[in-house]
């Protein structure tokens, strides 16, 4: 069956960064497209990054030229880099793929931004 287990968040101070992990099994990782959402508390989930199969990316207005998002696919990984963090980017942060009609998620990783 479709897994997805993310991994890497944590507490960082603003300014820092964290590098999520996004482990996949159960599908041909190489031929589908991979996302990240977060939910901040009281708040509906959001997209976060896009990452297609070809590897083209697409990013949240507002986060992009602070996250990049990968792939592995050799590793069936897919990653977040997350740089010059603020306490606004505090939340639950998933992955996701939308696989046959269904829409997968991880059990979600805490990313606290605080001092």
């Known amino acids: 069956q479709v897994q997805l287990v993310e991994s890497g968040g944590g507490l960082v101070q603003p300014g820092g960064s964290l590098r999520l992990s996004c482990a996949a099994s159960g599908f041909t990782f190489s031929s589908y497209g991979m996302g990240w959402y977060r939910q901040a508390p009281g708040l509906e989930r959001e997209v976060v990054a896009l990452i297609f199969r070809t590897g083209g990316t697409n990013y949240a207005a507002s986060l992009k030229g602070r996250f990049t998002v990968s792939r592995d696919n050799a590793k069936n990984t897919v990653y977040l880099q997350m740089n010059s963090l603020k306490p606004e980017d505090t939340a639950v942060y998933y992955c996701?793929?939308?696989?046959?009609?269904?829409?997968?998620w991880g059990q979600g990783t805490q990313v606290t931004v605080s001092s």
């Open positions: 996701n793929v939308f696989l046959q009609a269904v829409n997968y």
